[in-house]
Structures are given as C-alpha cells and as structure tokens.
Antibody, heavy 120, light 110 residues
Framework: QLQLQESGPGLVKPSETLSLTCTVSGGSISSSSYYWGWIRQPPGKGLEWIGSIYYSGSTYYNPSLKSRVTISLDTSKIQFSLKLSSVTAADTAVYYC????????????WGQGTLVTVSS | NFMLTQPHSVSESPRKTVTISCTRS????????VQWYQQRPGSSPTTVIY?????PSGVPDRFSGSIDSSSNSASLTISGLKTEDEADYYC?????????FGGGTKLTVL
C-alpha cells in the first residue's frame, strides 16, 4: 500500500526558504500514470494547491505562488521536494504531499501533513 | 482562473439525506472531472468521490456524486446520514494550468 510522509523543519523565519521532502514508500514515483503534488492548509482554513510534478520532471504551479515555488523529484530516493521562498506568516500552514492521478487529476493518497510555522 | 464555491456549512439529522453543492465560476463544470474529499478533524483528506461520480473502494454507496451543466455545478449527496459522516467536505477540479479546491463545507449531523 502506497504511503507518503512529509518531513522538514517545523519553524521557519520570515523571508527565509521553507523546504520539505515527501518520502514515498510501497511504490514507485516513476510511473507515467501519476503526478506528485503539494497542498497546504492554513490553520482553520481550506485547502490550497501549491503545485505538482510529473515523473518526467515537468512542473505545474499555482499561479499565485509560482514566483516562489520549486518542486523537484529524486527518483533514486523515491522522494519529491518543495521549496517556498521569501516566506511570511501567511505561509503558516499544514503542508501535505499526495499522489495525483494523471487522468482525472485527483489526489490520493495523502500524507499525514506537517505543520510549518513562519515566525521569528 | 476559476473558483469553486461551496456552502460554508450544512446540517442534517441522522438517517436523512444531504446534498452539498460546488459551483464553478467560469468554464464548464463538465470539461474537467470533479473530486470530493472528506476531512475529519486532525486528519488528512480522503477521497469519497473521484471523476464526478466514482467511489473508491471502501467508500459506502451512501456517497454519490453528480454534475449539472445547467447550473455549472457538482453535487455530493450523502444518504442515510451517520454521525461518523460529520466532517469537512471539499470539492476539487482543474483546468490546463491550475488545480482548484472549493472552500469547504462543514457537515454537522445532529
């Protein structure tokens, strides 16, 4: 059964870069049937798509975050990563990684999520 | 870019039926699949409907999805409500360059 696990610092200072990694177990990230995506959820608020990456390395980003986001893939480590630059308090959220079905574009399964707080 | 609009909250009694709507602001609702996710407090979202009306294995047939081109909206219907259905529900769709989630609907089963 495929499982995803987010990891990274829980506290980031304003203006710095948030970096998270999603480790995939129980499957490959090299399949043409899937993207791999990041989603976030500010405390008490709704879900926001950050971006997705295809096994080929092609990336797709939320237009509102595009200038600050980089998503990359490491097939040898079966991981994909998120970098969000110039963070502010508004970037405080639970960050989820998920597998994304290429056809239909639905997110399943999701990782357990990791809370990242932006504060000095 | 388009938006997906959901009611902020709905409530219904056990054993009743509830429908949650998701209206697309621009572009046809039928052009791209709609998914529905359930999120219980403190948990990650899980899929209850994918590709407009498909149920993943393990999701009871009390959950159903549909789209209505006339109102440009999708709907999630839950019949025979149980207290365990109390959760936040999010719709999600996409276009050629963007993925969009609805704002979420809090379902209370009183």
């Amino acid at each position: 059964q495929l499982q995803l696990q987010e990891s990274g610092p829980g506290l980031v200072k304003p203006s710095e870069t948030l970096s998270l990694t999603c480790t995939v177990s129980g499957g490959s990230i090299s399949s043409s049937s899937y993207y791999w995506g990041w989603i976030r959820q500010p405390p008490g608020k709704g879900l926001e798509w950050i971006g997705s990456i295809y096994y080929s390395g092609s990336t797709y980003y939320n237009p509102s975050l595009k200038s600050r986001v980089t998503i990359s893939l490491d097939t040898s480590k079966i991981q994909f990563s998120l970098k969000l630059s110039s963070v502010t308090a508004a970037d405080t959220a639970v960050y989820y990684c998920a597998r994304v079905r290429y056809l239909g574009h639905w997110f399943d399964p999701w990782g357990q999520g990791t809370l990242v707080t932006v504060s000095s | 870019n388009f938006m997906l609009t959901q009611p902020h909250s709905v409530s219904e009694s056990p054993r009743k039926t509830v429908t949650i709507s998701c209206t697309r602001s621009s572009g046809s609702i039928a052009s791209n699949y709609v998914q529905w996710y359930q999120q219980r407090p403190g948990s990650s979202p899980t899929t209850v409907i994918y590709e407009d009306n498909q149920r993943p294995s393990g999701v009871p047939d009390r959950f159903s999805g549909s789209i209505d081109s006339s109102s440009n909206s999708a709907s999630l219907t839950i019949s025979g409500l149980k207290t365990e259905d109390e959760a936040d529900y999010y719709c999600q769709s996409y276009d050629s360059s963007n993925v969009v989630f609805g704002g979420g609907t809090k379902l209370t089963v009183l």
